[in-house]
């Protein structure tokens, strides 16, 4: 029987022991001369939780095990004897015999996989038939014992609630454990790829071409693995370009929306902007590479400036779009944090509004403004799909925004994408970049937070 | 400081001075030029979001039209598909690759077929082709054998090598195989991680980690994710590559941080006085939340998950890393099958170089984007909606 059958088949079990549990419960609620301890649907689910769960976690378990106890078993049987003794030709007459046993081919090429077939039957159904009685063995037992505590005076609900209030806190574990398991595994594979490439020359090589030979006297057989070519075109691009873009637009724009629109034109304004920041990335890649970049390309051709049809300027451009809403709605939040005294104050002194929102809003708000503009940062230095589409694989050191420039991200998905072998320092390096790219953009996140906040409370 | 004090001079200023009145225009004139820039900044921003949709909906729209060319048959393609050899009925090349296979299935044997143009004649059709195919489009017309229909094989089909034959249903079932596997983890995971932590945490260091990691995990680049979910799911676990589960399950990890966010503001804005008055008729603490407190944050809460979730449908980086790139020629029939997902089959078509591609890619964007304003609209409408204001 299948796993996911039994499955199915617990859970009616385990309906059955609620209803029943809460049957019982109920007979001595509608006696009425005692006044139990739970409502009847505790009771309920008490048993029905004592009947599935400690089934399901043996399941669950059995499923792991069963296949190992299988293969020893068939290992033991007088047909394996005759196998040969290692390699592929092993593997390959055990997977097919597996294959006829459970039925996925009708037909067997190999003899000796045919002659073990039918072992590798016998051992899946013995250990399935185990397997089904001791979860069901479980499940009755721990059901029975469950309904045998059904009384007027039996606490089932601190216990069901014991057992919710322990499946919150592992629900609440798993955001820890997500964050150990990119530290945890960026680390492992960075360590393999720091153990064949030195750190300080990954830190401050200038040199990036990670093809690996084929054969050894080929030249450039080694490749290089030094980032700072990466580097340089990931600040290029996400801090120096999309920032020049998105900076301006989005203060100038929370401060329209803000200081001068009237509550019509802000009602609408404000969505209608982050509709952009709701636009999928790949979209806006798909932009770059078919509209943004080819013009910009014939206006850099135009001026006499070498350009190339992957620029920097055009990923970045695109990029500072994307960041508008960001910068926008983190300034608009510190504006409308100072407090209206300042602004009443300027105002009455006789200074325009445009002279209130320059001398005195925007530098209160300066450093809610900067913390929001580090977010934006982080967010665009992480961001993937437009660069991919947009900029270029040739890893340069150029200040020239109509020249090609590559990034950290765009490199990840390169040396990700085709045949991968784990332990070559080519795949591994995607590795190290991810780790480094994870602890820039969660000191950039760290340091935002703590300039906005510290920023708050000076206020508050 | 002093000094400052003793040389203001007593006299009133006279404002209408000439020299005053000039500084006073000079000012008023950098408000307007104030309030000018910034206006101006809004409706840049607005016109680059209206010329992103333009673009799109300029090269898309005639990606759900098709081109379809009249096949007469005459005696020799009649010999032609009788003898089981139907390509060698459409050697005049102008029909789509696959045209072949709908002769065969379609068992005509005389008289009119039509089927769809090849990538070249379609591009023509549409006014982007090269002179050759311009000028095989035009005596086409003059025959009378051209005529422009809807493409419903673009909303029912699967990826194909042949820009007139592709269709978006494939990455369409993998993107809901994926966002099913999504929700199912990261909803239950979200919301109860979201009441743990503002109803039940004490206030310790193992609250705190719990809250870091969670608003770190919300400002991770997905691309992160994507490496999580290599290492993880596909080196360490074992779980077939491509398949709508491994991706569903990195994008549940992806989209669960924004539901805690948005599951905690729901829950923190239900009043105290809401739990108070169910602690005073006897509930217990677990009774309070999940028969008071939840119910009425639902709202919220489902406002936050379906943005997450629109989120989560528009990502393509995380699932590159986790080789949902490949080549899928046929819908996904469950979830440990390879599978594409829209974005991602954007990403490939984006990468092809037919022009035939330009208008398909354009095309699934225009579906995408359908799909993103359709769920930003229900969050709105469930935000208006229900949510209570106290």
Not at chain 1, 165 to 171: G, I, Q, S
Not at chain 1, 268 to 293: D, N, R, S
Not at chain 2, 51 to 67: A, D, E, K
């Amino acid at each position: 029987m299948k796993t996911t059958t039994i499955a199915l088949l617990l859970l009616g079990l385990g309906l059955v022991a609620w209803l029943a549990a809460r049957g019982k419960a109920m007979a001595f609620v509608g006696a009425g001369k005692i006044r139990p301890h739970s409502l009847p649907n505790y009771h309920g689910w008490y048993v029905a939780i004592w009947g599935v769960v400690p089934a399901l976690a043996f399941l669950a378990i059995w499923g792991n095990i069963s296949g190992g106890l299988i293969f020893q078993t068939v290992m033991a049987s007088p047909e394996a004897a005759s196998l040969p003794t290692f390699g592929m030709q092993r593997s390959a007459v055990l997977g097919e015999a597996y294959a006829l046993a459970t039925g996925e081919t009708a037909a067997a090429f190999n003899p000796q996989a045919r002659a073990l077939a039918p072992v590798y039957a016998r051992a899946i159904a013995f250990y399935s038939w185990i397997g089904l009685a001791v979860t069901l063995l479980i499940a009755f037992a721990g059901g029975a014992l469950a309904y045998s505590r059904v009384s007027p005076n039996f606490r089932a609900r601190t216990r069901v609630e014991r057992m919710v209030m322990a499946v919150l806190l592992v629900a609440s574990l798993i955001a820890v454990l997500t964050t150990l398991g990119i530290l945890v595994s960026l680390l492992f594979e960075s360590l393999r790829f720091f153990s064949m490439v030195s750190p300080a020359e990954f830190l401050f090589g200038l040199n990036w071409s990670p093809q690996m030979a084929i054969r050894a006297d080929q030249a450039g057989s080694s490749g290089a693995f030094g980032a700072i070519p990466l580097f340089w075109g990931t600040i290029f691009i996400g801090a120096v370009i999309a920032m020049i873009v998105a900076i301006p637009l989005g203060l100038m724009s929370a401060i329209y929306l803000t200081q001068y629109a009237s509550p019509r034109v802000r009602a609408w304004m404000k969505p209608l902007l982050e509709i952009l920041a709701g636009v999928p990335t790949v979209v806006y890649g798909y932009f770059a590479a078919l509209t943004v970049a080819p013009a910009i390309r014939d206006f850099g051709l135009a001026l006499g400036i070498p350009s190339s049809s992957e620029s920097a300027l055009a990923a970045g451009l695109v990029m500072g779009i994307m960041i508008i809403p960001f910068v926008s709605s983190m300034a608009d939040d510190s504006i409308a944090a100072v407090p209206q005294a300042m602004r009443d104050g300027s105002l009455a002194m006789g200074a325009t509004r445009s002279e209130t929102i320059r001398k005195v809003l925007v530098p209160a708000a300066l450093p809610g403004v900067v913390g929001g503009v580090l977010l934006a940062v982080s967010r665009a230095i992480g961001e993937t799909m437009i660069v991919v589409m947009a900029a270029g694989l040739a890893a340069n050191l150029t200040a020239n925004p109509f020249a090609s420039v590559t990034t950290v991200t765009t490199q990840i998905v390169q040396l990700l994408t085709g045949d991968q072998e784990f332990d070559s320092p080519k795949t591994l390096a995607a590795f190290a970049l991810g780790l480094v790219l994870f602890l820039v953009t969660l000191a950039l996140n760290i340091v935002a937070l703590r300039v906005v906040k510290k920023y708050r409370e000076a206020y508050e | 400081m002093s000094d400052a004090f003793a040389t203001v001079d007593p006299t009133p200023t006279d404002w209408k001075d000439a020299a005053m009145q000039r500084h006073l225009r000079k000012r008023y004139a950098a408000e307007r030029r104030f309030k000018l820039i910034g206006l101006g900044a809004v409706l840049l921003s607005a016109g680059f979001l209206a010329v992103l949709l333009i673009t799109m909906m300029s090269n898309g729209l005639s990606g759900f039209s098709q081109t379809e060319v009249r096949l007469d048959i005459g005696p020799a393609e009649a010999a032609a598909i009788a003898s089981g050899n139907p390509e060698a009925a459409l050697a005049e090349g102008v029909y789509s690759e696959g045209g072949w296979v709908r002769l065969r299935d379609a068992g005509v044997r005389q008289g009119q077929f039509w089927l769809p143009a090849s990538a070249v004649i379609d591009v023509a059709a549409k006014g982007d082709g090269a002179a050759e195919a311009e000028a095989a489009y035009q005596r086409l017309d003059r025959q009378g054998r051209i005529r422009t229909r809807i493409n419903f094989g673009f909303l029912t089909g699967a990826d194909a090598t042949d820009p007139t034959l592709v269709g978006i249903w494939g990455a369409f079932k993998g993107s809901l195989l994926t966002m099913i596997v999504t929700i199912l983890i990261a909803f239950p995971i979200g919301v109860l991680s979201a009441v743990y932590l503002e109803e039940y945490a004490p206030r310790n260091r193992w609250t705190d980690m719990i809250e870091v990691s969670i608003n770190n995990l919300a400002a991770v680049p997905s691309i992160i994710f994507g490496l999580l979910g290599l290492a993880i799911f596909l080196n360490f676990m074992h779980l077939p590559r491509s398949a709508p589960i491994v991706g569903g399950l990195t994008l549940a990890l992806m989209t669960m941080p924004v539901i805690v966010i948005a599951g905690r503001n729901a829950i923190k804005s239900v009043p105290p006085s809401i739990r108070d008055a169910a602690l005073g008729i006897g509930a217990s603490r677990i009774q309070v939340v999940f028969h008071h407190v939840l119910p009425l944050a639902l709202p919220g809460i489902l406002t936050g998950t379906i943005i997450g979730m629109a989120r989560a449908l528009g990502e393509t980086a995380p699932l590159l890393m986790i080789g949902m790139r490949a080549f899928i020629a046929a819908p996904p029939g469950g979830f440990t099958e390879p599978a594409t997902v829209l974005p991602v089959q954007i990403f490939l078509w984006s990468d092809e170089v037919s022009r035939g591609f330009v208008e398909k890619t354009s095309a699934a964007i225009i579906v995408l984007l359908v799909f993103l304003l359709a769920m930003n609209g229900l969050a709105i409408y469930l935000r208006n909606r229900f949510e209570k204001r106290w």
